[in-house]
C-alpha cells in the first residue's frame, strides 16, 4: 500500500511531503510504517544519506530546503494534525495524540 504524506500541521499552505510504499498487514499498520519512517530519529528522513531513518520505501515529494550558504535542510517530522492519504483513494487519515483518525 502506497501513503501520501501532507504536511499541514505547521505550514500556511499544505504540502505532498513523502511517498511511502508502507508494508503491513492492516491500514493501521501502513499508516504506523509511514509515520516512522517520516521521523526525525537518528538523522533526517529526507535528506538520503544512509543514517538510520532512511528508508528505500520512502520517496521524498518536496525539494529540500538550501539556504542562503549552500546548506541543504531536511524535511520535519510528521506531527500531530498531519494528513496521510491512501494513494488512488480519497481516503485520508489525520495524525492525532494517539495513532489515526479517518477524515
Not at 23 to 31: A, H, I, P, R, T
Not at 59 to 81: A, E, Q
Not at 96 to 102: Q, T
Amino acid at each position: 500500500m502506497f501513503i501520501k504524506v501532507i504536511h499541514q500541521a505547521f505550514e500556511e499552505v499544505p504540502y505532498e511531503a513523502a511517498r511511502v510504499e508502507a508494508v503491513g498487514n492492516s491500514v493501521d499498520e501502513c499508516l504506523e510504517y509511514a509515520y516512522r519512517y517520516t521521523q526525525n530519529l537518528a538523522g533526517s528522513w529526507s535528506i538520503k544519506d544512509g543514517n538510520a531513518d532512511n528508508c528505500a520505501g520512502v520517496t521524498v515529494l518536496k525539494d529540500l530546503y538550501v539556504d542562503d550558504k549552500g546548506k541543504t535542510w531536511g524535511h520535519r517530522s510528521t506531527s500531530v494534525n498531519d494528513i496521510m492519504q491512501i494513494e488512488g483513494t480519497d481516503v485520508q487519515y489525520r495524525v492525532a495524540g494517539m495513532g489515526f483518525e479517518r477524515v
